[in-house]
């Protein structure tokens, strides 16, 4: 009988030394929330490259030396976690591994009779390192989520697209921690992430839906965001109107967003906000460039002393195309130089 129970926990523990030993944590809550997967790939002296792999995802290689392949045929998000399940199998010590789709589809921390326990580990470890509890803490704490507002798929989704992981695998790992129970994460788990993107465009209908919609709140603050060339992005802010104040777009670097819809909500009178509107900006990225898109809060008559500023980076680039991970391609130019 395979101790499945004791697996996950091994892996959940060894996702959290490599955290330490890298010293992971300060530079992540000191930063964008992010877990750099590549770059702890790469301090382990690990070569990583993107390639096309017909029928599998991700390859794990020990032999004459360790290596990982990662597809380029996927979104940003399960590149990252395809590589975070082949750093599992390098960390954990475990045998070389071919992974195709069912192997990363599997729900992390769930384990049936008949699974192999290498790849019960190496989801669970890759969960474990791109989504750990203090990480999880890190996001609710900025954005004012109790444990309750991530039964809202809408806020679980966003936190999957800050911390770069895929929806469903952000459900699992949420349930781990007792955010929710079973019934919850498969209720969330069973919804079209259609149906959760249409919710937070309020309206407007892209050509299509493979992009992510971000959410954007003045919890957001220079945010960091990575994303892809098929975007939308939502900015949501809460407008001083009654004052004369409004929300203009100070500039979008590169002109990699179009603006695609603008409205206004009265907001109930809260003694707080009383008298403002929230202001709904929805741009779409046209392109794959990375920039700053700025906005300030100002009188139109005043433009001098705007009352509040906004500023979002973001990062359209997508997902890692054809070759070595770049910073180790240009480390042997340097070397060899
Ligand atoms: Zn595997």
Known sequence: MVDYAAAIRRATLEAGRLHRDLA????????????DVYEAITKLNVPLLFTKLDGLLGVYLREPSPGILVTTQRRQN?????????????????RPSLDDEDALRRAPFQAKAGDDPQEVEAESFAAAFLLPRWLLDWHCERQEWTDQDLHDPINLYQLALRVGMSFKATIW??????????????EMAALPLKAVKQKILHGYEPDDYRGDVWLVTDSD????LEGGPGDLVVVRLPEHSSSGYLWRIESIDGEALDIVADSRERLVETGLIGGSTLRRIT?????????????????????????????VHYNLAGASRQGWYEPQRLAHLQAAA
């Not at 590149?79 to 390098?90: D, I, V």
């Not at 790992?173 to 498969?186: D, E, H, I, M, P």
């Not at 603050?221 to 960091?224: D, E, H």
Request: hydrophobic fraction near 40%; include cysteine; proline fraction near 3%.
């Open 24 to 35: 992971i944590q300060a530079r992540v809550v000191r930063g964008h929330g992010r877990i």
């Open 78 to 94: 399960l590149q990252r976690y395809t590589a975070a399940h082949e750093l599992g199998h390098h960390y954990l010590g475990h």
């Open 173 to 186: 790992t949420a349930l781990r921690y007792g955010v929710f129970n079973l019934a919850v994460a498969r």
């Open 221 to 224: 603050k220079n945010l960091r």
């Open 283 to 311: 741009a779409a990225a046209r392109n794959s460039c990375d920039g700053e898109f700025r906005l300030a809060e100002e009188r139109p008559w005043m433009r001098a002393k705007p009352l509040n500023t906004f500023a």
